[in-house]
């Protein structure tokens, strides 16, 4: 529900290298070859897209009042 909706929200690449993190369990170094980027935009990407969402789904839950 609510965290793939904001998987939608993020880039193309964030999409893509978490997609590859957490469904496929590839490493940075892996993504790195894979999306042909480097190991440290990866590990950023990977970083700024969590962050996001984690971000927009506490803004969510104070917006509703929702604690779990």
Do not use: M, P, W
């Not at 609510?2 to 893509?16: D, F, K, P």
């Not at 170094?29 to 969402?53: C, D, M, P, R, Y």
Request: proline fraction near 0%.
């Amino acid at each position: 529900g609510l965290v793939l909706r904001e998987i939608g929200r993020l880039t193309a690449n964030q999409q893509e290298c978490l997609r590859l993190k957490f469904q496929h369990d590839l490493s940075y170094k892996e993504i790195a070859a894979v999306t042909q980027l480097s190991v440290s935009n990866v590990g950023f990407l990977i970083h700024t897209g969590l962050k996001s969402i984690r971000e927009r789904l506490a803004r969510s839950q104070h917006q509703t009042g929702d604690v779990g």
